[in-house]
């Protein structure tokens, strides 16, 4: 006979005891589900006075769900060995003429060389995720804008606790990441468990502000320039130029004391400008520091 509870010592919340087992091929336990059983034996025969020798019980332990503890996402460079170089089309090799005043001159027809884009920003997904019973676990990650009704699968039965994407495939805007774990590599797909988390959710912005400049106003000898700057998804946060491609670049705050919107204003005023031809180059960064540029050409 033998009866169990949740509870370590026999009280009221223990269950019935069991029907006599008496058959050895149907000794399978009935009672209910809990983490404490007791036996009892009752002997028929009193002489000679029988003996237990031992008592096993078989059991399968319970398959605990697994548990994740967070979502971290961020932003990095795809991966490249190379520096970005300067390239120019098909067959387009081209020479320089050196004239006659040390100038470089480029003849006519001569093509444009392209610097390469950098190489493209990634959205990386990283989680931490344990099981109590040490099971190994695979993952599914999934995706959602702010503005729509269903989780869309980005990668399913992933082995690692982390994922990366190309951030150029999903358009500027907020969205959330969704991660399922579960132990299935290690259980019967019956007693397989799993758990889920989303996490926070973060603002993808992959395009620049739009900036634009005035023309250049001089005062005697000192330059004034005025800029205007948008960003349609994360905010405005610093405003610089440089004047004929010199460092340092100099900030400057915007028109309202401090950069944290969306639209900004910006006066560029210089001193003690030099005469003669110059070029007054202007990016604004946004808060997820995309550059927007202007050039102005100082007559």
């Known amino acids: 006979m033998l009866f169990r509870s ?9 269950s019935d005891w069991s029907a ?48 994740i503890r967070s979502i971290t996402v961020s932003s990095l460079t795809s991966g490249s060995s190379k520096p970005a170089t300067a390239t120019a089309g098909p067959n387009s090799a081209f020479s320089i003429t050196v004239t006659d005043t040390g100038e470089a001159a480029a003849p006519a027809g001569t093509p444009t060389q392209t610097l390469t884009r950098p190489a493209p920003q990634q959205v990386q997904v990283i989680w931490q995720a344990d099981d109590p019973e040490g099971d190994k676990l695979s993952y599914d990650v999934y995706f959602r804008g702010e503005d729509e009704r269903e989780w869309k699968l980005l990668k399913a039965n992933i082995a690692e606790n982390t994922y990366l994407v190309d951030s150029d495939t999903l358009a500027d805007g907020r969205y959330m990441f969704r991660v399922v774990a579960s132990d299935r590599p ?39 320039i005025q800029v205007d700057a948008e960003d349609r998804a994360s905010t405005l946060r610093r405003c610089e130029y440089a004047v004929d491609a010199q460092a340092p670049w100099q900030p400057i705050e915007a028109s309202d004391g401090i950069t944290d919107s969306l639209r900004e204003h910006f006066v560029i005023t210089i001193p003690n400008f030099p005469a003669g031809e110059h070029v007054v180059a202007v990016r604004v960064y946004d808060a997820a520091g995309n550059a927007g540029l202007a050039r102005v050409v100082v007559p």
């Open 186 to 224: 290690s259980n019967a797909p019956a007693q397989a468990r799993q758990a889920e988390l989303v996490g926070s959710p973060v603002l993808i912005d992959n395009t620049p502000p739009m900036v634009t400049a005035g023309a250049p106003r001089r005062n005697g000898t000192t330059l004034e």
């Open 20 to 67: 006599a087992i008496t058959d050895p091929a149907k000794s399978e336990v009935t009672s209910p589900n809990a983490r404490y059983i007791q036996w009892r034996v009752e002997f028929i025969s009193v002489s000679p006075v029988p003996e237990v020798d031992s008592v096993s019980i078989a059991y399968l332990p319970q398959n605990s769900a697994p548990t």
């Open 6 to 14: 949740n509870s370590a010592r026999p009280d009221a919340t223990w």
